[in-house]
């Protein structure tokens, strides 16, 4: 092997599946074509669970400012808006940090983990067999041959990965013509600031830290001519002038953009070797920086099964989880997508309902169980085995708590940065870390500060944060099928 794993996009999620593969310590190529990372960014803000999850890898120096903390999160252009700061979470907040600034981050993280970055490398083609990839390349050398033990599609929409492993990309074409521009409101004072709705479509002014705006018009049951021609500053206004009704006094666009709402998800996210995540997995209109944390959420669920099976500490079959886990989770989020941009169509029976759906939001239980929802906090993953009940804690993400190991107090969050699982023992007792010790060199063994979390007093919880196994004490010694040896090797393997 040339190399362990071949991922095709260094793109924010390439760059964090390449940093979870990194930091268990295999061997990572990303191939990207761009010459270097953009200028622009595609999308803004960390939703919670994100920030949680990226906290759960000390990824977050600098980010936390107070400028960059946002309590609330639009649906639809509605009001009242979404309040994260009701939901139960480490992090209940938006974090309104550019996708460059992630990017930046990931690659340097990348780099000192031992990953090779490949610019200028556009990947032609890839052939496996029982043994391994075979990914070919053009670079500016001339055909670069990578063999690898698998292939991780990153490369957006348009997928080559995802063509050559034959996978159907199933959905539904655009229906709306949009368009974005970043650039200056000459008179913020004079402008109403987030979603404004007409007959004609909507216009949707946000203000950034930086001073720069970013304006993206919709106009419905049209479709652009050509989704890959250059928007012209003119276009831009005379659209404006178009959904408005008049002029928005703009200047100094720095970025023009055109996209549209094509709806599309991956049939399946693996074949055989190749393995498919963010938009090479899933793309949705682009509203509310939905895309970019999928991707993200994608990107942790999937690097460290991956790098268990690449280093033949885990089953083949392991990464069938990352299918059953994240396809559903995509699913959801493409339905929300379509849900709110029928919200924003023109007519007087969409006005209706989102009258209704706006009164709705004034409920205070209604408002958190959708921020919950859509900022992937709801998430809980089905890992119990068939006829085997688990207590309701399994398949979620582990609130942050302070955990002992032999240098004193630290808390779950920090011991989770090495990418390793942690087994919480909140009793005195040792039969938990005598029932985990031959998993001792994929399980860090912690004893816990409180009586019980989340009602049990043994968790088992993976490097994504995510908890899949919690009992008593007397079941982490149980060595049948609900007790936690099974679990340990369900996960981490023999």
């Not at 790098?307 to 339905?335: K, N």
Request: include cysteine; proline fraction near 4%; charge should be negative.
């Amino acid at each position: 092997m040339d190399t362990s794993v071949v991922i095709v996009g260094g793109g924010p999620v390439g760059l964090m599946v390449a940093c979870e593969l990194g930091l268990a310590g295999v061997r990572t190529t990303v191939l990207e074509r761009a010459v270097r990372r953009p200028e622009q960014s595609r999308a803004w803000g960390l939703h919670p669970r994100t920030v949680e999850t990226l906290d759960r890898r000390g990824l977050l120096d600098g980010m936390l400012h107070e400028r960059a903390l946002w309590p609330k999160l639009p649906l639809a252009g509605l009001w009242p808006l979404l309040d994260l700061k009701a939901m139960d979470s480490d992090h209940p907040y938006l974090v309104n940090v550019p996708q460059t600034r992630i990017e930046d981050m990931l690659e340097e993280r990348a780099h000192s983990l031992g990953v090779t970055v490949l610019r200028s490398h556009e990947m032609r083609d890839v052939e496996q067999d029982a043994e391994g990839v075979t990914v070919t390349a053009d670079g500016p050398s001339g055909e670069l041959r990578l063999r690898a033990a698998y292939v991780v599609g990153c490369d957006g929409a348009r997928s080559t990965v995802r063509r050559a492993a034959g996978i159907d990309f199933v959905g539904t074409s655009a229906t709306v013509a949009s368009l974005l521009c970043d650039c200056t409101v000459v008179d913020m004072g004079a402008e109403r600031r987030g979603m404004t709705r007409t007959d004609r479509g909507t216009v949707n002014i946000n203000l950034r830290p930086t001073g720069t705006a970013r304006i993206v018009t919709t106009e419905f049951d049209t479709t652009h001519e050509d989704r890959d021609a250059p928007v012209t500053f003119d276009e831009f206004r005379a659209t404006i002038r178009h959904i408005l009704g008049r002029d928005v006094d703009i200047a100094d666009p720095v970025w023009l953009a055109r996209f549209g709402d094509a709806t599309r998800q991956a049939e399946r996210y693996r074949e055989g070797r190749v393995l498919l995540a963010g938009d090479a997995a899933h793309i949705h209109f682009p509203y509310g920086g939905l895309g970019l944390n999928l991707g993200l959420q994608d990107a942790v669920n999937l690097g460290w099964k991956l790098a268990g099976v690449v280093q033949g500490r885990a089953m083949d079959d392991l990464l069938d989880t990352y299918q059953r886990e994240r396809h559903p989770v995509a699913e959801w989020v493409l339905d929300y997508s379509r849900a709110q941009l029928a919200l924003l169509r023109p007519g007087r029976d969409v006005t209706a309902l989102r009258s209704l759906v706006a009164g709705m939001l004034e409920e205070q239980g209604v408002n958190k169980y959708l921020a919950e929802l859509v900022t992937g906090v709801a998430i809980r993953y089905d890992l119990a085995d068939e006829g085997v009940e688990v207590p309701e804690v399994v398949g979620t993400l582990l609130g942050d708590l302070t955990v002992k190991d032999g240098d004193g107090d630290t808390s779950l969050t920090r011991a989770l940065h090495s990418g390793r699982a942690v087994l919480v023992d909140l009793t005195s007792g040792a039969g938990a870390a005598r029932a985990a010790e031959p998993w001792a060199d994929r399980v860090r063994i912690l004893s816990g500060a409180g009586d019980t979390a989340a009602g049990a007093e043994v968790l088992l919880v993976r490097p994504d944060g995510y908890v899949a196994w919690a009992g008593s004490a007397a079941a982490a010694e149980d060595p049948g099928p609900a007790g936690l040896p099974q679990a340990l090797r369900r996960w981490f393997g023999n």
